[in-house]
């Protein structure tokens, strides 16, 4: 199955794809998922939460593959990105945000050709972009996650993620797989399940609040975020008996390691997230937190779609192409695993 038959088999309008690194491959991705847009004759919107599609990367001064972009594709853009365009725009409306590179803008291709994109600066922002691609008729959009920002697969963002992993994710491929199993687990976190605490959570997470709910009912802590606060906020909780703890902001390393100096809290905790991007935790406390019996479950789940997978390395080693997708498709099955400079289909387990 190719990557836009599972998109459009999930049900999902708009879809992320997001690289855990820098040259993981998420250009191609993007670039595949467009030309079988093309050859389906599905009409697409696309947007970028950073700057794409630029000939060399402005950081590492390599060379950079281009997003190429097909006639009647509608565009959410910076105004300073059109006069580089190779294909035809024609600008459809203005939305009033305002980034470094100029006003978004909504565009239609006139003709096909190479593209530079750099969308709106915030969530809500491409989320209103998202909603008027649709509106022009658009039956995807792909949001491209530019300069690894995570928080483009934001369930509140877009409907799916793909993920773009592969040998620029570590120094060797322990690392690469520990990296791409630990983002793995950490975008697929449970959803909340009680519909009452779901609904406490909810309002909570809209005020900004941090909250303990146990049998004995719901009890806010006099502290406005856990950052920088682990051991107050531990200073509150008690392990005489399960409890929720609702994390409106980040979830961190401190919070976690802090709670991991007092077992007995760990086995009762329910960590509450408004999301997975929420999470920011590294894989070795990750995985001491789940080993003493720690949960964290979250507001909005995210649904990932696929991993795509690049075993070459700009500036580091490069592996052997079919036996590297082999090794991440066995570590994150049942995630369909793409090679997508090999074929599109997914490597077979």
């Not at 690289?19 to 050859?39: D, F, P, S, Y």
């Not at 009409?43 to 700057?51: M, Q």
């Not at 051991?231 to 703890?245: D, G, M, R, T, Y």
Request: charge should be neutral; aromatic fraction near 4%.
């Amino acid at each position: 199955m190719r990557l836009l038959e599972r998109i459009e088999q999930s049900g999902c309008k708009s879809v992320s794809v997001v690289g855990l690194a820098k040259n993981a491959g998420k250009t191609v991705a993007v670039n595949t998922i467009i030309r079988q847009c093309v050859e389906a004759g599905v009409t697409l919107g696309l947007s970028s939460l950073g700057y794409d599609g630029e000939k060399i990367d402005v950081l590492s001064r390599l060379a950079k593959p281009r997003i190429f972009v097909p006639e009647g594709t509608i565009l959410a853009t910076a105004a300073d990105t059109l006069p580089r365009a190779a294909a035809g725009l024609e600008i459809l409306a203005t939305t009033n945000y305002i980034t470094a590179l100029g006003e978004v803008m909504l565009v239609r291709a006139r003709e096909s050709g190479h593209v530079e994109v750099a969308g709106p600066d915030s969530l809500a922002e491409m989320r209103h972009c998202i909603a008027a691609m649709q509106g022009l008729g658009c039956r995807l959009v792909l949001v491209d996650g530019a300069l690894d920002r995570i928080g483009s697969a934001a369930p509140t963002i877009t409907d799916g993620t793909v993920l773009a992993t592969g040998a620029v994710a570590g120094g060797n491929m322990r690392r690469i797989l520990i990296r791409s199993m630990h983002v793995k687990a950490i975008l697929s976190l449970p959803g909340v399940s009680d519909p009452a605490l779901r609904a406490t959570a909810g309002a909570a997470c809209q005020a900004g609040q941090l909250l303990v709910v146990d049998s004995a009912g719901v009890r806010q802590l006099p502290l406005i975020s856990a950052i920088g606060h682990a051991a107050a906020v531990i200073s509150h909780l008690s392990p005489a008996e399960p409890f929720s703890l609702v994390v409106p902001g980040a979830i961190t390393d401190s919070l976690l390691g802090e709670l991991l100096y007092h077992p007995r809290l760990v086995k009762q905790i329910r960590l509450v997230s408004p999301d997975p991007t929420h999470v920011f935790v590294g894989p070795e406390i990750w995985q001491k937190f789940l080993h003493f019996g720690g949960r964290v479950e979250v507001l909005k789940p995210i649904t990932i779609l696929a991993v795509t997978v690049n075993p070459t390395a700009p500036a580091g080693k490069s592996y052997a192409p079919r036996e590297f997708a082999l090794e991440l498709a066995r570590a994150l099955a049942p995630l369909p695993v793409y090679d997508l400079f090999l074929g599109e289909t997914a490597v077979p387990l």
